[in-house]
């Protein structure tokens, strides 16, 4: 992965405690019940998140590797990464680290194509690896656990958060009962927008689905025909997931020309459900509660080629 291209873009994102004001305001019109602050890290490591690692602090930044362009019209079997790998590309900490987000999963290893909830740390030579995927089975229903052989690998793309795994100040946010259009994290995107412009803000994290249901996909195996892009959202497979749900996610105010994906999140469960988050399904009763830190770097790292 040494020789792989790699860009990257320094942030100067606003303090958490103006992000909590803004937010507290702001996304009143998208859920009845709100409150953003800043508060201490929760331990992650703890039921009900079941994290890698205690906190989202330390050498934060985000990783937007491969891309969507890898999968169509046919998945591009060379693209396969490595975590540890990555922490020297990203100019990680040697001695402690911690990545988590949403990917494709690594199809050397469990034999076909897959979706990956990233959950990944190191500290002083050792690895915990608590990374999942959800995968469709035979019977076209969805099958969410551990990586096969506790692989520290993905393929094609993933979005990653990646921090010293530290304790400290994070953003807050409790939504309940929405009431807008906007998914969770379209509508802090969209607050987001409208406050900063083209000055980007890139926040990553956990955010917990506590009560309700939502709407998840998981990737099939990998089609036979050409997959042309357009038909993308007929190839996946849909399934209303219960929570509780622990979703990881990365997403950007705005993108200043490195072609990134704007948001990505992926939710694991205890229970055996997961896949790439799309929209709560029980607005009236649905309540979100995340944590979140700002990313001071953005790293590209082996962008898809601009077709045309």
């Not at 989202?56 to 790998?85: R, V």
């Not at 990944?120 to 690895?127: C, I, K, L, R, T």
């Not at 929570?243 to 469960?269: K, N, Q, Y």
Request: with cysteine; hydrophobic share 35%.
């Amino acid at each position: 992965m040494t020789s792989l291209p790699i860009k990257s873009h320094p942030l100067a994102p606003p303090p958490l405690t103006d992000l909590a004001s803004l937010l507290t305001t702001n996304l009143k019109p998208h859920f009845r019940d709100v409150s953003a602050s800043v508060v201490r890290c929760p331990d992650l490591r703890q039921p009900p998140f079941h994290l890698a690692a205690s906190g989202l602090c330390g050498n934060e930044k985000i990783a937007d590797i491969g891309g969507p362009p890898y999968l169509h019209p046919f998945p591009n079997f060379t693209k396969k990464y490595a975590f540890l790998d990555l922490t020297k590309l990203l100019e990680m900490s040697p001695g402690k680290g911690f990545m988590l987000g949403a990917g494709a999963g690594p199809f050397h290893v469990v034999g076909r194509n897959s979706e990956l909830m990233p959950n990944f740390s190191y500290e002083g030579g050792a690895v915990m690896n608590l990374t999942k995927y959800a995968k469709v089975d035979e019977q076209g229903g969805c099958v969410c656990g551990p990586v096969p052989g506790n692989s520290a690998d993905f393929a094609l793309m993933a979005n990653l958060f990646c921090c010293d795994g530290s304790p400290g100040d994070v953003l807050k946010i409790v939504a309940r009962t929405r009431i807008g259009k906007e998914n969770f994290t379209a509508a802090i995107q969209k607050i987001l927008k409208a406050e900063y412009g083209e000055r980007i803000v890139s926040l990553g994290g956990v955010f917990l689905i506590r009560k309700g249901r939502a709407k998840l996909h998981v990737m099939p195996d990998f089609s036979k025909e050409p997959l042309e892009q357009e038909k993308t959202e007929e190839w996946l497979k849909f399934y209303e997931c219960e929570a509780p749900l622990v979703c990881l996610s990365t997403f950007h105010s705005h993108d200043p020309g490195l072609e990134l994906r704007m948001e990505h999140t992926h939710c694991f469960s205890e229970h055996g459900d997961g896949g790439h988050y799309h929209f709560d399904t029980t607005p009236e009763n649905v309540e979100y509660e995340a944590y979140f830190n700002t990313a001071k770097i953005i790293y590209r790292i082996d962008q898809p080629p601009v077709e045309g």
